[in-house]
């Protein structure tokens, strides 16, 4: 199952996810970083970070 910690990309941040497929954890991840960190993630910069993050 793809996981995630925001502590991997330089964030102060202990949220963890992990979820059935990939889209799932990024639809989570996305939500996460809106209501917590006030980031839309609408940058490719940014998708590609959290994207490369990502372990299965």
Do not use: Q
């Amino acid at each position: 199952m793809p996981s995630f910690k925001c502590s991997d990309i330089g964030m102060n941040c202990r949220f963890e996810a992990t979820a059935k497929t990939k889209e799932e954890l990024m639809d989570r991840i996305m939500e996460h970083a809106k209501n917590a960190h006030d980031m839309d993630m609408t940058s490719p910069e940014d998708v590609m970070k959290v994207d490369n993050a990502i372990t299965e």
